[in-house]
Structure formats: structure tokens, C-alpha cells
T-cell receptor, first 113, second 113 residues
Framework: GENVEQHPSTLSVQEGDSAVIKCTYS??????FPWYKQELGKRPQLIID?????GEKKDQRIAVTLNKTAKHFSLHITETQPEDSAVYFC????????????FGKGTSLLVTP | EAQVTQNPRYLITVTGKKLTVTCSQN?????MSWYRQDPGLGLRQIYY???????DKGDVPEGYKVSRKEKRNFPLILESPSPNQTSLYFC????????????FGPGTRLTVT
């Protein structure tokens, strides 16, 4: 089945800096790549997603890039703020595997003032 | 309000005592699934359902059962809980057609002693 690797597992940045989280996937048939943010004690929530027919997508301070040839995708957060501190999960999915979202193990991001 | 609900939110039980965690969604989603979240392991899928009476195993199904008799409900059953099933459990739902957002329930913190 699909295997999603996520790096780094922890990331500490200063407020205002950029943060980048990278994921790789194994199934070349995967065509949907969402990112979820989970604040402490809360449920995961979708922050951005990208489909395989798009190379990049941006939403204010958040952007995701996808390289299908290399089978990797990345989350970029610019001008980080303390409220960006959370655990971020990447995931990959395709219709051939029952639409299951296969998650990476998560990245704990800490933004220090 | 569109939502996924789970009950109970917290449960402490003893080894071998059958329990059920309920999950309900009001968005008429075809796809529902259960995940467990453990430190350092991310979100792992237990079971999923693509529609009423259609269920299938995820990555970690051992020791769990599910049923999907109605579209809105997807209970998780632990017939004989063991301490290694102590975890945080999330139910989730999404539309099956197209790559829509997957919505998570608030989570159930289960402790098996």
C-alpha cells in the first residue's frame, strides 16, 4: 500500500521566519495530497490540499508544491506566527486504494516569539 | 451545522469489557472511517466504509469491528479491549465523489487498564 514519509518530525522557527515540511509518497497512482493542522487537544483540520494536475497552490501565507516525478510534496508557511504552532500532517490518496488518506507521522512545529 | 460527532469523548475501561464508540455525521457523506492516533505514529486507519453495508479493513484492523447500517452512523466496536488499544480515536467522513475535505470528529480518548 501507500507509504508516506514526512520530515522533519519536529521543527522550531522564530516568529516571522518561514517553515517548510516535506513529504514523499510511494504510490505513483496517488493524485490527492491534503495537509492537516492539529492544535493541541483538538481534531485535525484541513488547511490546504493539492491535486495531481497542479504543481503549486497558495492560500495567503500557506503554499503547497507537488513534484509528481519525484513523488514528493511540501508545505511552506511564510511569516510564521505563534498561532501556527501545531502538529502538521501530510497525506496522499488515490481512488484505486478506496480513497483512503494515508498520513505521514506528523511534524510538530513550534514558532517562538 | 455540518459536523461529525463521537461519543464518549473519554473512556476508561478494563481489559475484556466490550465497548462501542459511536460516530455520527450530518453531511450525508458516503465515506466514513476510523483512525487511531498514537505518539510518533501519526494517524493510522482502522476501518473504512464507502457506503451503507460496505466496510473494509484499514491498516490496523486487528481487535476492532465496525458496522454501517445507516449512512450517518459508523460505530467502532472493541469486543475484548486490551491495553495496547489505549489510544486517541478519531472518526472522519467525506464525500466520495471528488476530492473534498475529510472532516474529523472531536476524538475519543480511550484507556484500557
Amino acid at each position: 500500500g501507500e507509504n508516506v514519509e514526512q520530515h522533519p518530525s519536529t521543527l522550531s522557527v522564530q516568529e516571522g521566519d518561514s517553515a517548510v515540511i516535506k513529504c514523499t509518497y510511494s504510490d505513483s497512482a496517488s493524485n490527492y495530497f491534503p495537509w492537516y493542522k492539529q492544535e493541541l487537544g483538538k481534531r485535525p483540520q484541513l488547511i490546504i490540499d493539492i491535486r495531481s494536475n497542479v504543481g503549486e497552490k497558495k492560500d495567503q501565507r500557506i503554499a503547497v508544491t507537488l513534484n509528481k516525478t519525484a513523488k514528493h510534496f511540501s508545505l511552506h508557511i511564510t511569516e510564521t506566527q505563534p498561532e501556527d504552532s501545531a502538529v502538521y500532517f501530510c497525506a496522499a490518496s488515490n481512488s484505486n486504494s478506496g480513497y483512503a488518506l494515508n498520513f505521514g507521522k506528523g511534524t510538530s512545529l513550534l514558532v517562538t516569539p | 451545522e455540518a459536523q461529525v460527532t463521537q461519543n464518549p469523548r473519554y473512556l476508561i475501561t478494563v481489559t475484556g469489557k466490550k465497548l462501542t464508540v459511536t460516530c455520527s455525521q450530518n453531511m450525508n457523506h458516503e465515506y466514513m472511517s476510523w483512525y487511531r492516533q498514537d505518539p510518533g505514529l501519526g494517524l493510522r486507519q482502522i476501518y473504512y466504509s464507502m457506503n451503507v453495508e460496505v466496510t473494509d479493513k484499514g491498516d490496523v484492523p486487528e481487535g476492532y469491528k465496525v458496522s454501517r447500517k445507516e449512512k450517518r452512523n459508523f460505530p467502532l466496536i472493541l469486543e475484548s479491549p486490551s491495553p495496547n488499544q489505549t489510544s486517541l480515536y478519531f472518526c472522519a467522513s467525506r464525500r466520495l465523489q471528488g476530492w473534498d475535505e475529510q472532516y474529523f470528529g472531536p476524538g475519543t480518548r480511550l484507556t484500557v487498564t
